[in-house]
């Protein structure tokens, strides 16, 4: 199914206890893109500055992104973040956001975009995701994601969305959080009864979990000896999910097992994504690796029967 | 094969966002020795002072708890606890603690108790615990539980006991403070070399996660909408976990798939054991009601096959 993905397209100041780096290529809509492009085909739609060039859009060409709807607006600059990283990598401080082209961005999609069967909604403000997806009425399967920013400051504006779309990556703080609700389970069913068919509660280090009205899945991240860069994890994690989604078919939301393995897919690529800056890893990242990190998550994770009695 | 912990013998009095309870019984070797019996038979040391009566005794014979090697200290007072956990549970805060006996506790073990061939030493003063670990010289497999409190205060003696047991039951919080590394995996393989054959990596609400030299298991915790009292689930995930692995025989601690059975068994417990106030929920377990949530454990955690490309 095609796939469509709006979100940040960004560069990214980095600092972490492995070091820092200046303004790599990044965004919401960039690391889910290349995570998604080893299972299918996505466009990325967002805007960009003068300051997006040839190198920048040839990260995404080599993966096999098409680039078409990334809308280059004269005289601006490109999205920019800036963070630091604590020394276990669970805190996060913004340093800076310059908001750029994004400050006025008015997305005007074009006609192969709102023709998507499968729309991402990276993390932006929730009034533009609505009207993204209002032009994207097509679509059969929606995800969004979003941030404690948000929540905080246009809580109206994102439960509307919320309500319009089929699947949620919220950090599991954020599902609290949006919902008041101190227990995960409980925020995670209140938030079902919005509209969603799927929560998908991420976890950081310790991986994710996925509700719905009649099913629950768990999956532990992968044991790591070194995070050089969680920036992205969340949005390769998304990629993962809907672009394997994506590669089967129509039916594939509504099939446990497919869902459990875009669980998988989705972890797979979050922790191929943090283990170098920016988009280093993901770059060079090849399919086998992909299929084999894949055996090693259902290794890890499998269980026998009980012993008779 | 034979199963003797060593522990805290308590009346524990908690405070939560769900209510709060005086008194009630509690302690590491009790929440331990509960959670095994349901696999094995196991026998309890440990000091009680002269209010520890029939009415606590009855709660360890009904679960067929060996008491034997409780020793009753006359004109003594049994050791208490008071806490007090968070909106979230993810903040406990200690209001009140009383040694009692445990003050004065030498620990001189039953020539029975000497002779385990599994031996679990739950959290209490590392010297203690070394202590008991050379009288107890014929243990095939051993235990241990500790706490921020000994990392803190005496770290030298933790390491030492900690070089002398095969099993790790900690918190993930406490493997990174003791080995002074953030970073866990690196924490757990670092600990490994101190001497242990495993490390169990508890991560409270997350799951839990083991770390051997050639392994790695991951397992989530059970998705609870009410968790009531948290209280003693370390124990209870050691107890199950221990408790199965004696049931199973000399070998089973070098079984992989035993492991992980033990794992879950361990979560089992330990999402049981929170579900209510004290040993509530324990006391009136029944063994149908363990089987059918490991079965759902393997149900929510089971990933196909990838298909084929």
């Not at 060039?53 to 990334?70: C, K, M, W």
């Not at 995070?227 to 809907?242: K, L, N, Y």
């Not at 690529?269 to 090693?296: H, P």
């Given at each position: ?124 403000q ?22 404690n ?14 309500g ?20 995960l ?27 719905a ?21 969340g ?25 459990r ?10 922790s191929?994504?943090v ?32 012993p008779?009695?």
């Amino acid at each position: 199914m095609s796939l469509v993905v709006i979100g940040s397209i960004a560069f990214d100041s980095v600092r972490t206890p492995f070091g820092e780096r200046e303004r790599m290529l990044g965004g919401s809509a960039v690391h889910f893109s290349l995570a998604a492009s080893f299972f299918t085909e996505v466009r990325v739609v967002g805007p960009v500055g003068d300051d997006f060039g040839d190198a920048e859009y040839a990260v995404l060409h080599e993966r096999g992104v098409d680039t078409s709807d990334i809308e280059r607006v004269p005289g601006g600059r490109t999205f920019f973040w800036a963070g630091e990283y604590g020394y276990d990598f669970n805190t996060r401080d913004t340093l800076d956001t310059q908001l750029g082209v994004f400050g006025e961005f008015d997305p005007k999609l074009s006609e192969e975009s709102r023709a998507a069967e499968m729309l991402f909604l990276g993390n932006i403000q929730p009034d533009l995701q609505y009207e993204v997806r209002r032009q994207c009425d097509r679509a059969r399967l929606t995800g969004l994601d979003s941030m404690n920013l948000w929540i905080e400051t246009t809580r109206e504006s994102l439960l509307r969305v919320v309500g319009d779309v089929d699947l949620l990556f919220l950090n599991d703080i954020e599902v609290r959080e949006l919902m008041e609700e101190p227990n995960l389970v409980r925020a995670a069913r209140a938030m079902l009864e919005l509209g969603p068919r799927a929560v998908v509660a991420k976890q950081g280090e310790y991986g994710a979990s996925l509700y719905a009205a009649d099913r629950f899945f768990s999956m532990p991240a992968y044991p790591l000896e070194t995070v050089r860069d969680p920036t992205g994890a969340g949005d390769s994690f998304a990629g993962g999910f809907m672009g394997y989604l994506a590669s089967r078919g129509p039916d594939a939301s509504e099939d446990d097992a497919e869902l459990r393995r875009a669980m998988t897919y989705g972890s797979v690529l979050a922790s191929f994504n943090v283990e170098e800056f920016g988009t280093d890893r993901v770059r060079r990242l090849e399919r086998d690796e992909i299929d084999a990190r894949y055996e090693e998550f259902r290794a890890m994770t499998e269980i026998s029967s009980a012993p008779m009695r």
